[in-house]
């Protein structure tokens, strides 16, 4: 449904996007995750047939981006990073004039905006200025004009960025409630959101593809080690030392005022580092376990090896 060949984007000496290829499966939603910078709205534009690639291949809703960019723009939605909302329409006004401008047919284009506001939750503020509504609301709206020509592929550049806590979670279970009727790729630069709103994820930093594939695959393709984060009353040098004499720990590092501690995967010795901090009185305020996907997009952003 979306298929991504060597994409590379140029701006003159700038490498935006390097080489990207990936594939997401119809009916999934997936997430397109990178630190700012990363070439996320870069690569959803490209997707999206607004900006042309320098090299690369793309293939989106049956349509090659390249050669047919107008078939991809009508075929698909598009929440673009900033939505352009016309503040003195109304919620269904400016839906009805989306529907026009995306070629639905005249006949169904009362239907399309019904239907974009109840899966969008905009039915109590329809009749509603656009100004006058909140920014989750505006954001609800966002969605709702991407899904006005009932699209089989969404694409949303950074779907919750702004708003607040209580309006992040309305906006990611609106997202969730659509999986399965389509195929979605979101962009974000936290991992939360694709923890709790993604079947997989693109992970990609300074235009580079760094990991692809299912939250499961991932997971285990990288936690080649198992372990546990400890913080401790004090989590310096002096307590990394007596981890390291732990038998089966294999490394212990250091990490602002927490220590990580690992040994092969497969084997298990928290019972061992839960003893010693206790016998040693280190005050043990937390231990938790290490987070394969977690650690993985730290290391990628933090420019540790990750592999
Ligand atoms: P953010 O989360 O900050 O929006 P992003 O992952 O979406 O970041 P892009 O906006 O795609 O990243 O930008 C990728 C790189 O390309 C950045 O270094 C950016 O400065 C550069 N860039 C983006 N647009 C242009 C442009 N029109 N001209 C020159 N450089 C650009």
Redesign the pocket.
């Given at each position: 449904m979306i298929e991504v060949q060597d994409l590379t984007k140029r701006?003159?000496e700038?490498a935006?996007v390097k080489g990207l290829t990936f594939k997401v499966e119809p009916g999934r939603i997936w997430g397109l995750l990178?630190p700012?910078?990363?070439?996320?709205?870069?690569?959803m534009r490209i997707l999206t047939g607004y900006l042309p690639a320098t090299a690369g291949r793309a293939r989106v809703a049956g349509h090659d981006v390249f050669d047919e960019p107008e078939a991809v723009k009508r075929d698909i939605g598009y929440l673009p990073?900033v939505v352009p909302l016309y503040q003195d329409m109304t919620v269904a006004g400016y839906l009805g004039f989306v529907a026009e401008i995306k070629q639905v047919a005249k006949a169904r284009r009362k239907e399309a905006v019904d239907r974009a506001i109840v899966s969008s939750g905009l039915k109590d503020v329809r009749r509603r200025l656009i100004r006058n509504v909140s920014r989750g609301f505006k954001q609800r709206v966002g969605i709702a004009q991407a899904l006005i020509n009932d699209p089989r592929v969404l694409i949303l550049d950074?779907p919750t960025i702004g708003l607040d806590p209580a309006q992040i979670m309305e906006i990611r279970e609106l997202i969730r409630g659509l999986r399965g009727e389509r195929t979605i790729l979101l962009?974000t630069?936290i991992l939360p959101e694709v923890t709790q709103v993604c079947d997989g994820v693109v992970i990609i930093n300074e235009?580079e593809l760094k990991a692809c594939g299912s939250l499961d695959e991932l997971a285990d393709s990288f936690e080649r080690t198992d372990g546990v984060v400890l913080r401790l009353r004090r989590s310096g040098a002096g307590e990394a030392d007596l981890f390291r004499g732990v038998p089966g720990v294999e490394k212990v590092s250091v990490d602002g005022s927490e220590l990580r501690i690992e040994w092969a995967r497969g084997r298990d010795h928290r019972d061992d580092v839960a003893r010693l901090a206790l016998d040693k009185g280190l005050g043990l305020r937390e231990m938790r376990s290490l987070a394969g996907i977690e650690d993985l997009y730290m290391n990628i952003v933090s420019g540790r090896s990750a592999q």
């Open positions: 701006y003159g700038i935006a990178g700012n910078g990363a070439g996320k709205t870069t690569t990073e950074e962009s630069h235009g």
